[in-house]
């Protein structure tokens, strides 16, 4: 091939939008097909461009990455030196030059570009390099312009104008006319999508999931579309079986067709499992949600953030003990076992009253990660609920000595030294823990473990400290 692009600008959900969209786990596989694509075809312009924009993406992702960078700035370099008639390398350049905080050469870069050609890439770059200088109307209408080129990857674009379009109206109707005004304009380049998520985001539940349900219309291949809309039907419409019905689909989908799996979010699976798991615990189906949690724990590559969704999943429910049965389960599975222990210590002894079994799974853990304090502070509240105070106060302090910021720990320690009648120090670490959170005097004020020493002039100094109304946590007086 001669220097210049070989092929047509591309259509969504091509390569070039997939690198725009990706998340960071996908990079490096794009990365590869990128680099495919520069060896099949080593004349084109435009596959130096897509690699130069992978590899910028990977160091915006990781700033310690300066190979990514120089490969970067070597990828637009030649770009342009086989396109000079062609917006690619000049786009390319100008992002490598953005990056290396140079913008003033980024925006020149650009405007050599339109003195030579044309293209949407360069009318959005500048709209995205010039956004800080200019006012919001002003990049509104570049944005626009850029849009309005044929062939434009409009789903690209339209994220930036939606943001923008945010920042001009202080009112949400403004906003909102603005945004259906795009969507009427340039339909099916995302605008409808950016309503319902801002409407969601709002509370108007019923109004996204009206948008949710058009665009879709039961077809399973706008796959981020019908989870979302599965997740507001099931946890805020009460719809929770057209909720299962959504999220089981996508899951049979994701099954069934491997290129539909390939385009998806590397955490898509297992945040479909484990909505469906939500999904069913609200039917009161234990079974089937017990059996979405545990695959869902198997796919994830954050297990302790999906142990600290089903946790407060079942919660939230009031079905402690059937979460007690799935963390015992998987506590001798996969890594974060410490956290599964205390999440099932913390069910025992906060909902089911089982202080000793509870103290128990606070020691489990607090072997396998011993320097957690929250652990230590957990394991003094079930010794402080069976008024094993001494025990009780050890656990306090060792919290405290791990993290000395533990407000709840040093309030803690304080109502335990009240209840031993040691009313010093019980002040001073009542003193410390209000100096750490403020509204722990207004507990401390109405808190029985304090009866001992509320008469007390440095009492009513601490509690007379600025309080809001809010609660500050779980602390020892919550019995």
Same mark, same amino acid.
């Given at each position: 091939? *001669? ?30 097909? @990128? ?23 990977? #160091? ?7 190979? %990514? ?6 990828? $637009? ?21 953005? =990056? ?50 044929? @062939? !434009? ?10 943001? &923008? ?20 304009? #340039? ?8 309503? $319902?998520?801002?409407? *969601? ?6 109004? =996204? ?9 039961? !077809? ?7 989870? !979302? ?15 299962? $019905? ?15 799996? %390939? ?29 979405? #949690? ?30 007690? *049965? ?32 509870? $103290? ?6 607090? &072997? ?13 509240? =079930? ?37 031993? @009648? ?18 722990? !005097? ?14 007390? &002039? ?14 500050? @946590? ?6």
């Amino acid at each position: 091939m *001669s220097g210049g692009i070989s092929i047509a600008s591309p259509n969504p959900a091509t390569l070039e939008e997939r690198i725009w969209t990706a998340d960071d786990e996908t990079l490096p596989s794009l990365e590869r097909e @990128g680099v495919r694509l520069v060896q099949i075809d080593p004349g084109s312009a435009y596959y130096h461009f897509l690699l130069s924009h992978t590899y910028l993406r990977m #160091f915006a992702n990781d700033q310690q990455d300066v190979e %990514s960078l120089r490969a970067a700035s070597e990828l $637009a370099t030649q770009s342009l030196e086989l396109a000079p008639d062609q917006e690619f390398g000049y786009v390319a350049m100008a992002e490598v030059l953005e =990056a290396l905080g140079q913008s003033n050469k980024a925006m020149a870069i650009l405007h050599e570009g339109r003195s030579r050609t044309t293209g949407w890439r360069l009318q959005f770059s500048q709209a995205r390099l010039s956004a800080d200088r200019s006012n919001a109307e002003d990049t509104a209408k570049a944005l626009q312009a850029a849009l309005n080129f044929e @062939g !434009s990857l409009r789903r690209i674009i339209a994220p930036y104008l939606v943001i &923008v379009t945010e920042s001009r109206f202080s009112s949400p109707p403004m906003v909102l006319s603005a945004l259906e005004e795009w969507a009427s304009q #340039f339909p099916g380049s995302g605008f409808d999508e950016a309503i $319902a998520a801002w409407q *969601s985001e709002r509370g108007h539940y019923a109004e =996204a999931h009206e948008i949710y349900q058009s665009l879709h219309k039961g !077809s399973t291949d706008h796959k981020e579309l019908l989870f !979302s809309d599965s997740v507001i039907s099931y946890r805020k419409l009460g719809k929770t079986k057209e909720g299962i $019905a959504g999220l089981t689909a996508l899951k049979n989908r994701l099954r069934s067709d491997p290129e539909f799996l %390939s385009t998806s979010n590397k955490k898509f699976p297992s945040m479909i499992e484990a909505h469906l798991g939500a999904a069913y615990l609200r039917k009161g189906n234990f079974r089937a949600a017990h059996d979405a #949690f545990v695959t869902a724990l198997d796919m994830a590559g954050d297990r302790p953030t999906m142990i600290e969704f089903l946790f407060n999943e079942y919660k939230s429910l009031r079905a402690e003990k059937h979460l007690i *049965s799935l963390l015992q389960e998987i506590s001798e599975i996969g890594p974060g076992q410490g956290i599964v222990h205390a999440y099932m210590a913390e069910a025992l002894s906060d909902r089911l009253g089982q202080q000793a079994a509870a $103290a128990d799974a606070y020691r489990r853990a607090i &072997v396998l990660e011993p320097t957690r304090s929250e652990y230590h502070n957990g394991l003094g509240l =079930a010794l402080y609920r069976q008024s094993d105070l001494n025990a009780a106060l050890i656990e306090f302090t060792r919290a405290t000595e791990i993290d000395p910021g533990d407000a709840s720990a040093r309030y803690n320690e304080a109502c335990a030294l009240a209840l031993l @009648g040691r009313k010093d120090e019980a002040l001073y670490s009542l003193r410390e823990a209000v100096q750490l959170e403020p509204r722990l !005097s207004e507990q401390a004020r109405v808190d029985k473990d304090f009866g001992s020493i509320s008469k007390l &002039v440095g009492f009513q100094e601490i509690i007379a400290a600025e309080a809001s109304d809010e609660p500050a @946590g779980a602390t020892a007086s919550t019995d």
